[in-house]
């Protein structure tokens, strides 16, 4: 295993820093706190040490020394996640453990989000907005007990604000950052991001907040040439149109919450809105009229997407129990406007817009606790019921049902669950939490999950969880109602599917450590194991007269993973390090090749430093993650010979870096940084014969380059 000096640059600099920070002696304050409070997964809100679950938190603190807009801006530098890009589409999703984003449950306030292709799976992470987050919470391993389908890899929470500690707080911001080496204010190039926050306490019952953010993406061109792009004889082989497709976004939101004694009520509502512009690489010439003239033109398209998000929630007492009961109605719609793009005369002919796709969903969550009035002993009962509706058009391109006349394709999916989860403390030092969930579902058989934690105080700040799940995935669109088949192609859906089962095991120990000097250490050992049956794969079920492929459960999937974390707070010093080794199995079985079942091993490394001067009122933030060669295997397109060969995506690094200078008492900041310092732009993959010969390789985008950017913030407390 190579490993080169970009990889043990960070190692050397988070030593010297610490080194450095046990000889600081200033009186400074201490900027990050190792014990935070968690909701996600928990009967109420309580601290992380208390939590059964191994919760990880991303505060608003260190989102802020990202500098992140967006969430996947900030999860890029954390362990056992990868962000996968889809530059063609515009859209990032999230893959945990090796697990795509179907697996992953993304949450607000406990409320899925609503996606293309159901219900917080999926995730465009782009399309999160992040100006009013209070914290990320992260759980990994099956949380199908609580958080239902699709929960098998994890689920990640983001707690949004409902509180100031100021009676008017109100946030201005202006962004602008280079893409790659791409940037212009005047001439479409670059990143230009404006936002504005304003939350109010009316008084000691209602709090108000309302925000706006307006995420000016202008694209990357990399190799290609634009919009503009018509030919260019130097270069034959470059081509019109972006490498990543420029994009505006808009997002708003607004809360209402009220609170008095132990009722709390909220409403929050958000709306999202964006425009993706396709522009076509292949163009074509027209003879005008005078039969002179020659235009150029392109087919180009415009993806319109909008996302209404409404939350109200309620928290108090009945009876003496405690209740939070949810309901939350969400709609996506995305629209599509074809046209034809005359690139000389900057005008634009034929233009037809359809609706491309929708998702509507009604989603209803509660809970009830506290029946027993007993320190050490909580039950809590929930239900949680979802009606989601999907529709495609023919525009889509992948749902053209044969039995349909108009080529659309909608179809409704519901379910109504039930479960229950005790907490019960056996000692003051060990506690105990078993879950159980049944789902009744109106497309497949009933499903059913179950859960086991238990924590254990060892003393002198050691602590040991472990904890078992097992959940289930439900098939999504796309692989119940596909259907594309024409002179070249043969994909259809199986509305026969049945859902995934995954079972998971993790472990962990952690150390947590308070030296009268200051100094606050945390160290922690975890280990984790995931396993799923009837996996979803696409197979050959049927040679002749052409290959036919359709979706079936034949797939079974092993992880195991050993990670370690590190974290060192001092005076003015922040440090934290990580490393993973995990080793993934597949096995496959197409109808025409089967792949080895041997387990591929992958690791990963992160490191973050930040130091805080307050003479200048100055924070420096530098972060790492080095994602190590993965490998997968892949079946090789033959059809005389079909088979399985090993995939290898070689390694990379990521390292962004930012200064933030805080004036006039913290009422104005100014953060100048960089992203990805290492200029990643492709990554290789090759396809090797035997594990020694390459025999094909073709380049992954990853990134579009060293990008630098400045944030000016202006915060008016009073």
């Known amino acids: 295993m190579q490993i080169n000096v970009r990889v043990l640059l960070p190692v050397f600099l988070i030593a010297t820093f610490v080194v450095s920070a046990q000889q600081t002696a200033n009186d400074s304050v201490i900027f990050a706190k190792l014990d935070e409070v968690v909701v996600t997964g928990q009967i109420e809100p309580q601290s992380i040490k208390k939590s059964v679950f191994n919760v990880k938190v991303i505060t608003a603190a260190d989102i802020k020394r990202q500098a992140g807009n967006n969430l996947a801006d900030v999860l890029n530098q954390y362990l056992n996640i990868n962000i996968q890009p889809q530059s063609g589409e515009g859209r990032s999703t999230v893959s945990m453990f090796g697990l795509d984003s179907q697996y992953l449950k993304v949450l607000v306030d406990n409320v899925p989000l609503v996606s293309d292709t159901g219900l917080g799976n999926n995730i465009d992470l782009t399309q999160i907005n992040l100006d009013d987050v209070q914290q990320i919470e992260i759980i990994e391993g099956a949380m199908g007990v609580t958080h239902g389908a699709n929960a098998l890899s994890g689920i990640i929470n983001i707690i949004t604000k409902k509180s100031t500690k100021n009676k008017w707080e109100i946030t201005a911001t202006v962004q602008e950052e280079t893409i790659g080496e791409e940037y212009s204010p005047l001439y479409d190039e670059g990143r230009h991001i404006q936002a504005l926050r304003v939350a109010h306490s009316i008084n000691d019952n209602w709090f108000v907040a309302v925000g706006a953010n307006r995420n000016d993406f202008e694209g990357y061109k990399g190799e290609f040439g634009g919009k503009e792009f018509t030919n260019n004889p130097n270069n034959p082989e470059q081509e019109r149109g972006y490498s990543w497709l420029p994009k505006e976004q808009y997002f708003t939101n607004a809360l209402v919450r009220y609170q008095k004694g132990s009722t709390r009520l909220f409403y929050k509502f958000d709306y999202f809105n964006e425009n993706i512009d396709f522009y076509n690489s292949v163009t074509h010439e027209e003879l005008q009229d005078d039969n002179i003239t020659k235009l150029i033109y392109a087919d180009d398209r415009r993806y319109f997407t909008e996302k209404f998000y409404n939350h109200l929630n309620a928290v108090g007492k009945v009876f003496g129990l405690d209740y939070n009961a949810s309901v939350s109605y969400q709609k996506q719609q995305r629209d599509a406007e074809d046209f034809k793009y005359y690139i000389q005369t900057d005008t634009e002919l034929n233009n037809t817009e359809e609706t491309y796709q929708e998702t509507e969903v009604l989603y209803a969550t509660g809970t009830v606790s506290n029946f027993f009035k007993k320190e050490g002993l909580d039950l809590q009962v929930g239900y949680e019921l979802v009606n989601t509706s999907g529709y495609s058009s023919a525009l889509s391109g992948i749902f053209n049902d044969e039995n349909q006349d108009d080529n659309d394709h909608e179809k409704r999916l519901e379910n109504y669950d039930v479960f229950t989860a005790a907490e019960i403390s056996v000692t003051d030092k060990f506690s105990v939490r078993p879950g159980v969930r049944y789902s009744f579902q109106s497309k497949f058989d009933d499903q059913w999950a179950a859960s086991m934690g238990f924590r254990y105080l060892l003393g002198k700040g050691l602590e040991t969880r472990l904890s078992y799940g097992r959940s289930y995935r439900t098939p999504n669109y796309d692989e119940l109602y596909t259907y594309f088949v024409d002179s070249n192609h043969n994909l259809q859906g199986n509305p026969d599917l049945v859902p995934e089962s995954g079972h998971s095991v993790e472990t962990s120990i952690k150390k947590q450590t308070f030296l009268d000097s200051g100094l606050q250490l945390s160290n922690t050992l975890s280990a984790s194991f995931i396993s799923i049956d009837d996996r979803i794969e696409q197979a050959v079920v049927a040679t002749t007269p052409s290959l036919r492929y359709r979706y079936i ?146 380049n992954m985008l990853m990134g579009y380059g060293r990008s630098y950017f400045l944030k000016l913030t202006y915060n008016l407390n009073f």
């Open 553 to 698: 459960n034949i797939s079974r999937y092993k992880m195991w993973n050993i990670a370690t974390t590190h974290r060192m707070v001092y005076n003015n010093w922040q440090a934290k390090l990580g490393a993973s080794i995990m080793g993934i199995s597949r096995a496959i079985n197409t109808g025409l090749a089967t792949s080895d079942d041997k387990y591929l091993i992958n690791y990963q490394f992160n490191a973050n430093i930040g130091y805080n001067i307050p003479k200048w009122n100055t924070l420096l933030s530098l972060y790492y993650k080095h994602n190590g060669e993965q490998q997968q295997y892949v079946q090789d397109g033959s059809l005389t010979n079909p088979k399985f060969v090993l995939s290898e995506i070689e390694s990379f690094g990521l390292m962004d870096a930012s200064v933030r200078k805080s004036f006039f008492k913290n009422q104005f900041d100014v953060t100048l940084g960089a992203r990805n310092l290492l200029d990643v732009v492709n990554i290789q993959s090759s396809v090797a014969s035997g594990g020694t010969h390459t025999t094909g390789s073709t």
